[in-house]
């Protein structure tokens, strides 16, 4: 019993380290029009498929942490300006939107999981929700909490052009992509995982 229990904690603890390290290299790619790519959902999803919805509500904790961070200090300039506007939500919304993401990931592999034996698709359903849950969380926060942040992000072309161009086409749509083209790939290795467990 002791043996599994550490081998959940040295998993989840390898994969929070590479949330935080994916996390901080995204944020040095320059964001494109005030919104940065999420490579982290990756090892999120794999998290809360493997060691469950807590893990991956854990796993999105960790995001949260690390894009705060960046909105504190501004590496992230659009996050910095959220950050500016309202601290305390900034540390909401941030923090909100990973751990549902990570949540809604385990929940839905689990429930998947009982229908498909091999898990492909319990592993596909898991990699399409967690970017749905990031993105969908972020806008309606951003739309309830902070219209003015997202007036300025718009620059003058309207906050619903700027959700469908800034925020769903350069961001949800990779982040999705992304995450259903590395999903066969997570699912190889949570089999290879768990074979020798």
Known sequence: MRKINVKRMAGIALLMAMVVVMQFLSGMIPPIGGVSISLVLIPIV??????????????GATFGVVVFINCVTGADPGGQMVFQANPVLC????????????????CIYRLVKKKDAAGYKAMLCAAAICPVVNTGVFILCMLTFFRSVLEAWSAGGGVAAFILSGLILV??????????????????ILQSVTKKS
């Open 46 to 59: 794999l998290g809360a498929a493997l060691f469950g919805h807590g893990a991956g509500a854990l796993l």
């Open 171 to 188: 961001n949800f749509i990779p982040e999705l992509a992304i995450n259903l083209v590395f999903s066969p790939a997570s699912q190889r």
């Open 91 to 106: 540390f909401l919304v941030v923090m909100g939107k990973g751990v549902l993401a990570g949540l809604a990931s385990g």
